[in-house]
């Protein structure tokens, strides 16, 4: 699983390089920041795709894990559909005496295939989303309390009830302001121009999805496998 956070801070270094070249605007050629404005909200949307992706590939590589038998199935995991097509190629490549020359002749590449075409219809962005897709991969009631118990973000309520309540709501607010821009370009209708974007607003909320997602990287408390 080590590719999904390498991926994700990669998509996190790009972000910054973005933010670069709004400084760089910015400085050297006195462009106002309202004009540079949309730089911001390009960050906030690959923000939320890349914590998307995370997701998806986090919650694909353990369930193939768990259908390889190399960590226990989850009832979620149990659930889901697989064709028989499918299936017939898995008994097929562990029943194999001889060791496998291509990907087509190994278990975890039918199991891929079939689990991305499951996957790839799903969005994993909102915070309920975020809980039911884990549940694929974690038998776990409380999985948020343990993911922020590895956080190091400055939480501002007062107890851990509290400050769950701050975290979901904070990720489905994330996830709301990127789908304005991304299907109203931002726009409020009631004074007929963008909202505003605060610089500081945008920094608290990349570090908070960084700390989120690297947490739920942390607690990967199935053992998946590393090398995937």
């Given at each position: 699983m080590v590719n999904t956070i390498t991926t994700f801070n990669t998509c996190i270094r790009d972000i910054q390089k973005m933010r670069g070249f709004y400084v760089f605007l910015s400085d050297h050629y006195k462009i106002a920041p309202e004009d540079l404005s949309d730089l911001l909200r390009s960050e906030l949307v690959n923000l939320v795709s890349a914590m998307d992706r995370f997701i998806h590939?986090?919650?694909?590589?353990?369930?193939?894990?768990?259908?390889?038998?190399?960590?226990?199935?989850?009832?979620?995991?149990?659930?889901?559909?697989?064709?028989?097509?499918?299936?017939?190629?898995?008994?097929?490549?562990?029943?194999?005496?001889?060791?496998?020359?291509?990907?087509?002749?190994?278990?975890?590449?039918?199991?891929?295939?079939?689990?991305?075409?499951?996957?790839?219809?799903?969005?994993?962005?909102?915070?309920?989303?975020?809980?039911?897709?884990?549940?694929?991969?974690?038998?776990?009631?409380?999985?948020?309390?343990?993911?922020?118990?590895?956080?190091?973000?400055?939480?501002?309520?007062?107890?851990?009830?509290?400050?769950?309540?701050?975290?979901?709501?904070?990720?489905?607010?994330?996830?709301?302001?990127?789908?304005?821009?991304?299907?109203?370009a931002d726009y409020d209708i009631s004074i007929n121009s963008k909202q505003t974007i605060n610089i500081n607003w945008l920094d608290d909320t990349i570090l908070f999805v960084k700390e989120f997602l690297s947490s739920t990287y942390k607690c990967n408390f199935l053992g998946a496998d590393n090398k995937q």
């Open positions: 590939e986090f919650v694909r590589i353990g369930i193939i894990n768990s259908y390889t038998n190399k960590t226990p199935q989850t009832d979620k995991c149990k659930s889901i559909s697989i064709k028989f097509s499918t299936l017939n190629k898995v008994i097929e490549c562990q029943s194999r005496k001889t060791p496998p020359t291509c990907n087509e002749e190994t278990a975890e590449y039918w199991i891929n295939n079939e689990i991305k075409t499951i996957l790839k219809s799903m969005s994993f962005q909102k915070i309920d989303r975020i809980k039911d897709a884990l549940s694929y991969i974690w038998d776990l009631d409380h999985k948020i309390p343990v993911i922020m118990s590895k956080m190091h973000y400055p939480f501002p309520e007062s107890t851990p009830n509290a400050n769950q309540k701050f975290l979901e709501k904070k990720i489905d607010l994330i996830v709301s302001r990127r789908n304005q821009i991304v299907h109203e």
